[in-house]
């Protein structure tokens, strides 16, 4: 009789107790998947976005540490981004570092969005097309698909032609948020959130 006794209680778990357990671990993981995958889609965004921002200031001390002009370029079609710098010798544009990719699911744009960051633009665009002519030059050519901001020898922005212009900006969305760089004529950076729902950018 104690034996009987003994073997019952060393037995397993019945099935009906593991189908609760792994009822409740599926209930679980399908609660966490979307908050990963939110915050995995943030992850990225936020990354490329922090990157364009080290990009543009990187470009920015180029410039003036080399007397020379740099650019921070986006590609609007092939997803890449990049410095380049006026190369006085070759009088050509030179990729400085090399090119990046941005993050899956993340591309250049604003999607929805259709106001700028508060104090920044007059009207939503991405930064002017990039020149591929030397700076100043009287009569530019534009890429198709590219977009720069360009700083002179003194870290200021500058358009094609050499005059100082604050309206240079750099947005990507996932299509859930969009994520923005902006430079102002003096030269002031900012990076900048906005929820696709939302109205009003966030400084970051």
Excluded at 144 to 153: H, T
Aim: glycine fraction near 10%; include cysteine.
């Amino acid at each position: 009789m104690m034996n009987g006794m003994h073997k019952n209680r060393q037995r397993g778990f019945s099935m009906i107790e593991l189908l609760i357990v792994t009822l409740i671990a599926l209930v679980i993981a399908a609660m966490a998947v979307p908050g990963f995958q939110s915050i995995e889609r943030y992850l990225r965004i936020a990354g490329d976005c922090r990157n364009i921002f080290s990009i543009t200031a990187q470009a920015k001390m180029q410039a003036a540490s080399q007397f020379t002009h740099a650019r921070a370029r986006v590609g609007l079609a092939s997803n890449m981004y990049g410095i380049e710098i006026w190369d006085k010798a070759s009088n050509q544009w030179s990729p400085v570092g090399g090119r990046q990719t941005f993050s899956q699911g993340v591309t250049p744009g604003f999607g929805t969005v259709a106001n700028p960051p508060l104090n920044t633009q007059v009207t939503l665009a991405q930064a002017p097309l990039c020149v591929t002519t030397a700076p100043g030059s009287a009569s530019p050519s534009t890429t198709p698909n590219d977009v720069c901001i360009e700083f002179n020898s003194r870290g200021i922005p500058v358009d094609y032609s050499g005059t100082p212009a604050g309206n240079g900006a750099f947005y990507v969305t996932d299509g859930n948020s969009v994520y923005g760089v902006t430079v102002s004529v003096s030269g002031l950076i900012q990076s900048w959130y906005i929820n696709k729902n939302d109205t009003n950018w966030q400084r970051r």
